[in-house]
């Protein structure tokens, strides 16, 4: 694998936002496939994951993983660098967590260049919007609404961070379209840089 890292678009949003449809419209990216421990659902044809069934750190450089308790036991998802490298415009779709800890993996791998390849987008989709999808889409009625709703609280509670700043910094909230796309970049990088000072990071520089 070359070391020169590419562009890197990663796409936020809670349950039900609508990053599978943004990605459906927006064809021009190469989404990068998460490797996932969780069950496939009846609607996924395999495309949209590796569906792993166990969660083994041994087989790859794991970057970005979690693992969220379910109502259906454990599921872990991540992803490596070869995942992304591999892609000639590679977009992920990540969750708060997972945005911070990807820009660390990949900043102690490439240093400080990955800070200006990274573009960050998330999906600010109205609480009465997710709610009402999470009851009466099409994947709605198809998932155990029980783990719908926790997921969705979950995510509530995850980007609470970014939804007080949306809300507070009218500069920071600009919408770019009538998706409800907003361009989160700086202020995600803020929340990596307190985190590098909390964690005592050791700043790389390619130079």
Known sequence: MTNELKNITILMGKSFSGKSTFLEIHNEYDVVKTHTTRPKRETENGDEYYFEDLDDPSKQNQLAKRVYNTVQGPWAYWTSSEDI???????????????????????????????????????????????????????????????????????????????????????????????????????????????????????????
């Open 85 to 207: 490298q591999n892609l000639e415009n590679p977009i992920l779709i990540l969750d708060f967590k997972g945005t911070i800890d990807l820009i660390s993996g990949l900043y102690e791998e490439f240093g400080d260049i990955i800070l200006n390849k990274i573009n960050i987008l998330y999906i600010n989709t109205p609480l009465e919007e997710l709610l009402y999808r999470a009851y009466n889409s099409e994947r709605g009625k198809t998932e155990d609404i029980n783990e719908s709703v926790r997921r969705l609280l979950s995510d509530i509670k995850e980007f609470k961070k970014i939804d007080n700043i949306l809300k507070n910094d009218p500069i920071k909230k600009g919408r770019i379209n009538v998706e409800n796309i907003v361009n989160v970049t700086q202020v995600m990088l803020d929340f990596f840089y307190e985190e590098e000072v909390i964690n005592g990071y050791k700043k790389k520089s390619n130079t």
